[in-house]
Structures are given as structure tokens and as C-alpha cells.
């Protein structure tokens, strides 16, 4: 898999939800109310929670962005998506980790910087991801690798990671 390809895809997607819109949102007054305007040592508790939700979703988006290229053979994108069913690493837990990871990123976001305008963006996200994965992602899965995905579908949840992972049965 070509690097640009993934870095493109990068760009264009977590990057347009997690970096361009909220910076439209806030159009420099990205740190008006930090931490929900709360003094210290009140600030903590905002501050430390958007640090974790960040680098959760992070990570995952790090993850997930590794297995569909090595694994998948893929991008994120619809446009360049993977060739191959991923269902290694955090997939084998959750079905939609890159989802997770920039619901997590943007709930992080809003908990550091406080923004009302970020938590409902947040939430546009996660209605809109709500209605199109099981509408229309999860139908193009099941055409494009058939009862694999749907067998994969049936085992591993959307959203609530399993807590052991699963284990597809050998072929």
C-alpha cells in the first residue's frame, strides 16, 4: 500500500473531523474556556479526561490506520478501502475502532477546550456515524466479502468492545 494513498485518506477524514471543522468551530478561540472555564483544582478533572480520551483515540486511529494497510491492504477511505476483511488486533474486540477513536478525539477535544460548539459537532458525529455504518457500511461489507463479514458481524459488536477477543474459525 502506498504511504500517500493512507496519508491522504488520513488527511481527508479523521483529519477533516478531528482538526479542520473543530478549528472552523472555534476560529481562534480555541482556548477562551479551557477546561470548561474551572479553576484549579477543578481545571484538573477536564484537562485529564480530554488527555485520555485523546490519546485513546489516538491510538486507536493509529491501529486501525496500520491493520487496513498491512492487513487490508487499504485505506480508511471508501474510495481506496481495503481489499481484504481486517479482523486482527483491535478489530477482534470491536467492529468500528477507527469510529471509536475519532469519537474519543473529539470527546477529548471538547473536554480540554470547553467548547459547547465542539460537543455538539461530537454529537452530529456520532448520529450521523450511528445511522450510516449499520444503513449503509455494514450492507457494502456484507456484498463485498460475503458471509466472512457477516459471521464476523454476528461475534464481534459495533460499538461496545468484547472483552476476549474472537477468534475466526480456521479455514
Excluded at 19 to 44: C, M, T
Excluded at 142 to 169: C, M, Q
Amino acid at each position: 500500500m502506498p504511504w500517500w494513498r493512507v496519508l491522504l485518506a488520513i488527511v481527508i477524514l479523521p483529519g477533516t473531523v478531528t482538526v479542520a471543522v473543530p478549528a472552523w468551530l472555534l476560529r481562534g478561540n480555541a482556548f477562551d474556556n479551557v477546561g470548561w472555564g474551572h479553576s484549579f483544582p477543578a481545571l484538573l478533572v477536564p484537562l485529564l479526561l480530554g488527555a485520555g480520551l485523546l490519546s485513546m483515540g489516538l491510538w486507536l486511529m493509529i491501529k486501525t490506520i496500520a491493520l487496513f494497510a498491512t492487513v487490508g491492504r487499504g485505506s480508511l477511505a471508501p474510495w481506496d478501502a481495503p481489499r481484504r476483511l481486517v479482523v486482527d488486533g483491535v478489530y477482534r474486540h470491536v467492529r468500528n475502532p477507527m469510529i471509536s477513536g475519532v469519537a474519543f478525539v473529539l470527546a477529548g477535544e471538547t473536554a480540554l477546550l470547553g467548547s459547547s460548539s465542539l460537543l455538539t459537532w461530537f454529537l452530529v458525529f456520532l448520529v450521523i456515524n450511528g445511522l450510516y455504518i449499520p444503513l449503509v457500511e455494514e450492507r457494502g461489507l456484507a456484498r463485498r466479502f460475503g458471509s466472512d463479514y457477516l459471521e464476523y458481524k454476528a461475534n464481534v459488536p459495533r460499538w461496545v468492545p468484547r472483552h476476549t477477543p474472537w477468534i475466526p474459525p480456521a479455514r
